[in-house]
Structures are given as C-alpha cells and as structure tokens.
C-alpha cells in the first residue's frame, strides 16, 4: 500500500536550519510529483513547494521561497525540505503528499517542528 | 493564489441528518481543455493527517462512504454527508489543485448535535 513517512522534525533554535525527509514506499517514487505541506496549530494546511517526479523542476509557495528548498533522491525514495533560518512562525506539523493527476492522494503521518530558544 | 472561502466554520448536526458544507473559490477551477473541476476535499480527525474523501469535485475515493458526496463546478461546490455518523465528527477542508500553489478553505468542524 502507498505509504509516505516523514521524518527529522524537533525542537529547534530560532535561526538554525533543519532537514525534512519524506520515505515513501507502495507505489514507484520516481513517476510522482512530491507536495510539501505545512499545519500550524489550529489552522488549516498551507502548500509550501512541489517537486517533479524528476527533480528537475520546483515552486515554491511566495512566503518561503528564499529559505526553503526541496530535493529528492529517486534511488532512495525519498524526498527533503532543507528549511533555512527558522523562525517561530514555522512552528508547524509538516507534511509530503504523493502529487497524482487526480488529486494530492496520499500525505504522510507527519513531523512536528518547533521553532523555540 | 485562488482563495478559497469555506462556510460554515462550524456545524453540530444530529445522528443520521444530513450536514452540508459550502465551498466558494475567488476563480474557476473548471478546466476548459477536460471539463474537470480541480476541487478536492479532505477530512482531518484529531491527531490524523488530511484523508483525501473526493476529488475532481465529485469522485469519490475508494473506500469512502456513500453517504460521502461532492457537487458544484466553477467556484461553488458543496460536500454533502447525507446521514452523519459519530466516526464523522472532524474537520473538513476543501482545496483547489487548479493552480500548482495548492490553497485551502479555512475548515469546518463537525459535531454531533
């Protein structure tokens, strides 16, 4: 069955930077884009980056674009969201989600990430 | 971003009514080269990642419930649960895959009455 798995959240000082990984397993990697999410409490989610099942083409959502960058190792299968110069306001659930024509199918469990001196 | 305005917040139905949540988007996610309507809704319980419930505005995934329906093309939609079970008490958000910056409504909480 389709499974995506992320992991590398934590507490983390304001400023520093952290690595998201995204496992996935159940379906073949390589022939799907990759969404990242992100869930701050008691709000709703907002779309961060996709990355192409390729890795050669990424967006970014406007208000992380400078510190965020996304990547993915198809031998591996698995995908990354490099956060830069974290902040408080990152404090957040993040989440990946399988990018199918159809919809954004599958999301992960998700890794919590705290932003707090 | 297409903005996407979600109502009720909030909604407290008894067991076996219905309970009807409204989605509006600021543009069309109608495609005019396949006719398809790039509305998806989720369902988030406690604790839970989002569950993808329908997609294309009205296509069921497999394994969700009947009582589970999606309508409405353009810029309004509605998700429809026509008899409300206790395992449906959550939040649910519609989101727009129009555009490739994905953006949500802002949820709306069910309860039981």
């Known amino acids: 069955q389709v499974q995506l798995a992320e992991s590398g959240g934590g507490v983390v000082q304001p400023g520093r930077s952290l690595r998201l990984s995204c496992a996935a397993s159940?379906?073949?990697?390589?022939?799907?884009?990759i969404h990242w999410f992100r869930q701050s409490p008691g709000k709703g989610p907002e779309w961060l980056a996709i990355?192409?099942?390729?890795?050669?083409?990424?967006y970014y959502a406007d208000s992380v674009k400078d510190r965020f960058t996304t990547s993915r190792d198809n031998s591996k299968n698995t995908a990354y969201l490099q956060i830069d110069r974290l902040r408080s306001a990152d404090t957040a659930v993040y989440y990946c989600?399988?990018?199918?024509?159809?919809?954004?199918?599958?999301w992960g469990q998700g890794t919590l990430v705290t932003v707090s001196s | 971003d297409i903005v996407m305005t979600q109502s009720p917040d909030s909604l407290a139905v008894s067991l076996g009514e219905r309970a009807t949540i409204n989605c509006k988007s600021s543009?069309?996610?109608?495609?005019?080269?396949?006719?398809?309507?790039?509305l998806a809704w989720y369902q988030q319980k406690p604790g839970q990642s989002p569950k993808l419930l329908i997609h294309?505005?009205?296509f069921r995934e497999s394994g969700v419930p009947d009582r589970f329906s999606g309508s409405g093309s353009g810029t309004d939609f509605t998700l429809t649960i026509s008899s409300l079970q206790a395992e449906d008490v959550a939040v649910y958000y519609c989101?727009?895959?129009?555009?490739?910056?994905?953006?949500f409504g802002g949820g709306t909480k069910v309860e039981i009455k």
């Open positions: 990355i192409s099942y390729d890795g050669t083409t990424r």
């Open positions: 989600a399988r990018g199918d024509p159809t919809a954004d199918d599958y």
């Open positions: 543009q069309s996610v109608l495609s005019r080269s396949n006719k398809k309507n790039y």
């Open positions: 294309w505005a009205s």
């Open positions: 159940g379906f073949t990697f390589s022939t799907f884009p």
């Open positions: 989101q727009q895959y129009y555009a490739t910056a994905r953006t």
